[in-house]
């Protein structure tokens, strides 16, 4: 038997669920050639343990249910109280800029007060107020 | 015919060869008769001794080995089938599961990642599941001669899984 016909005999072994070892020209076959015992006893072993190894079930979820998740997320998302975070700028602008000069504290032989406002709305105000003296 | 002296050299290559191939002969007849492997390679290896007068070490001796377990097992097969076994041993048979299950499931799992997606199904469906070809073909909209083809790559796919030839 050559190769080839020895490959469509087992297949057709496999296709109807019967054993190529019950078949004696397959057997004949593989006792002529020993160098395909080893890849015929793999191939066989493996298809028998088929019935006990599950395929990687790929989860596939009905659609109504996938719309539905879609919709809640949705919704979720659009009643959710804006939480507003406080960002800096990408970079600062003084907008107006101011010095002091002070009353000397005691022991002070001046001191002045440095004010920059960064940002000015009608209900918010930031500024940087630095005060700064020196000693006598 | 047997050979029944052979020089004390000859016995102790001999002896070296068995100790080299005995894991693979026994692997080879783990996945033949996973319950039985031990005592099939124990009266393999009885066998070869009593014909190692037949033996070459120049020619594919671990094939020579595996051809002889081989024919330890068809003579076991056929015994077995003259044979009426009690009804005990066959259930027992039947729901004691072989040492080599876990990694002959593993090996399958490995070799199966190998496969295409379609082949994959194709295989798990037949061999695994029990599906007839015509229900596969129904199920995946295919001609039933492209079921076939594709099923018969995939176990060409698996055959050549060999672990031994890793």
Redesign the interface.
Known sequence: MHADDF?RAL?RC??LRTDP?DDPEL?GH??AH??A????????????????????VRRRWPLPLLAAAALVALAATALWPARVEATAPASWRVLTSSLTEQRAPAGAAFAWQTREVLVQTDRTRLEVVEQWSRNR | MPRLMTDPATDAAFTAFLQQHRAHALAFLQRLCPREAEDLLQETLAKVWRYRGSWDPARNAAAWLLQAAFRTFLDQQRRRAREVVADEQLVAEQTEAPACAAELRDELTRALAALSELERALLLGFHGQQRSLQELARQHRLPLNTVKSHLHRARRKLAAENPDAR
């Open positions: 490959d297949q496999f296709d070892l057997a593989l006792l020993p160098e015992l080893a890849e015929f006893a793999q191939l066989r072993a493996l298809l028998r343990a088929a019935p006990e190894v599950t395929a990687p």
